[in-house]
């Protein structure tokens, strides 16, 4: 069975810093990988996801992630952090025949002090 | 861009009673899920609804829960006979055929109180 943990539940962080959040599945066969944003208020919404192909990928609003099969992990990155990123971010995993079939992580809170 | 639009934002219903959450999918989508997050815990698979007929289903939607496409347009979540435990925000979605299929678009969810 597929699984997917978010080791932090919150991370608070300043404006225009760096921030890593972190994201490690688990899975019996090819996956893929997704991490969503959800603003107060609103639905979830998609930042980025990873199939195949390069292991860095690139997504909306200058986050990024990187697949590592060894370790299991999709961090999701972004160098500097703005105000309006405040937000629960959950990443998600697929078995590739499930489709849309998302597994979530509890999701972790940023928030961003000015 | 388009959007995945739910209704009502809010549902209080009294324990055992029917209520039916409305979604309209995205028009061109072919793959409707319903997902649902209860207060402190992770979003969860329900439902995925495909070609007219459930196409997966998870252990949490028994019997009292069922889904339908009334109208080509619409797309609802059916709960029979209302517990406490199924008080959460509920979170419909759809997503397009091929390539197109592992990306979901969410609406905005209904938050279910029952109490």
């Known amino acids: 069975a597929q699984s997917v943990t978010q080791l932090d539940s919150q991370v608070p962080v300043f404006e225009e810093a760096p921030v890593e959040l972190r994201c490690n599945y688990s899975s019996s066969v090819s996956v893929y990988l997704f991490w969503y944003v959800q603003y107060p208020n609103q639905g979830l919404q998609l930042l980025l996801k990873y199939l195949s192909g390069s292991t860095l990928v690139k997504g909306i609003n200058g986050f990024e992630a990187e697949f590592n099969k060894s370790q299991t992990s999709f961090h999701l990155r972004k160098p500097s952090v703005h105000i309006s990123d405040t937000a629960e971010y959950f990443c998600?995993?697929?078995?590739?025949?499930?489709?849309?079939?998302?597994?979530f992580g509890q999701g972790t809170e940023l928030s961003v002090k000015p | 861009e388009p959007e995945v639009t739910q209704t009502p934002s809010h549902q209080v219903t009294q324990m055992g009673q029917e209520v039916i959450l409305r979604c309209v999918p995205i028009s061109n989508h072919l793959y409707f899920y319903w997902y649902r997050q209860i207060l402190g815990q992770k979003v969860e698979f329900l439902v995925s609804?495909?070609?007219?007929?459930?196409?997966?289903k998870s252990e949490i939607f028994d019997d009292q829960f069922s889904v339908e496409r009334p109208d080509g347009s619409n797309f609802t979540l059916k709960i029979r006979s209302t517990k406490l435990e199924d008080s959460a925000m509920y979170f419909c979605?759809?997503?397009?055929?091929?390539?197109?299929?592992?990306?979901?678009?969410f609406g905005s969810g209904t938050q279910l109180s029952v109490l």
């Open positions: 998600a995993v697929s078995d590739d025949n499930q489709g849309g079939k998302l597994i």
């Open positions: 609804f495909y070609n007219n007929e459930i196409s997966e």
């Open positions: 979605a759809s997503s397009g055929g091929g390539a197109l299929k592992e990306k979901l678009f």
